[in-house]
């Protein structure tokens, strides 16, 4: 069993650890997407940089590597714990490639795989807060409330126990994600350096405007 559940994680890393967002830029633009707009490989990079078209399969396939994961290891019959930890570790791999320098996304979409798999209210939940979000210009703070606030839903709806602790992983993982930006170097220590720590935690951004970050061009193209 032991060495069942160490197959399914490091699976379901090599799994997330394939960028959907990465292959098509390159295959539809020819563009690498960490070049472009905030330099993380996600569907919103898809959209501004490469195509409205293409967003729905690149946001399909990252919610389905984590779910696949999850759902094969309760069909082996691994303990849930185990298997939400395969989810996890496709979103680890999502966010930091083994495949591309360890750079990558920013894990929404395996969240959503996750809880698919685990808490589909959960996915319901979480989208339906970025679209909020996403109406209002800013979706990167209203990820943070749905993991917040998953927990009190699961509670309220009868869900497994385990939302706690999935939740807090993720948010974790977000913080994480967004502080260190794909090596973003942040300036050096002082009031700039204080603020651009907060955008990242709090607006996962560099700067105030959402519309200014990601439409950044590189400075040499493709």
């Known amino acids: 069993m032991i060495t069942k559940s160490i197959l399914l994680i490091v699976g379901g890393y090599l799994l997330g650890s394939v960028s959907s967002t990465y292959l098509v830029g390159r295959l539809v633009s020819g563009k690498d997407l960490r070049r472009y707009g905030s330099g993380s490989l996600g569907g919103s990079m898809v959209w501004e940089h490469v195509g409205r078209r293409a967003v729905v399969p690149v946001i399909l396939f990252d919610i389905f590597k984590a779910a696949v994961p999850v759902w094969l290891g309760l069909a082996l019959g691994v303990a849930t714990p185990v298997a939400s930890a395969a989810g996890l570790a496709a979103a680890l791999g999502h966010n930091w490639s083994i495949f591309l320098r360890f750079q990558g996304g920013r894990g929404m979409g395996t969240f959503g795989g996750v ?101 950044r061009q590189p400075k040499v193209q493709d």
Not at 116 to 125: C, D, K
Not at 158 to 178: D, H, N, Q, W, Y
Request: hydrophobic share 50%.
């Open 115 to 215: 809880w698919l798999a685990i808490y589909p209210w959960g996915l319901v939940w979480m989208t339906l807060l970025l679209g909020i979000g996403w109406r209002l210009g800013d979706s990167a703070p209203f990820l943070l409330l749905s993991l917040l606030t998953l927990p009190i839903l699961a509670h309220c709806t009868g869900g497994p126990a385990i939302v706690a602790s999935l939740s807090g992983v993720m948010i974790l993982i977000t913080l994480l994600k967004r502080l260190e930006s794909n090596r973003q170097p942040l300036p050096p220590p002082g009031p700039e350096r204080r603020t651009v720590i907060l955008h990242r935690l709090f607006l996962d951004r560099d700067v105030t405007s959402h519309e200014e970050w990601i439409r």
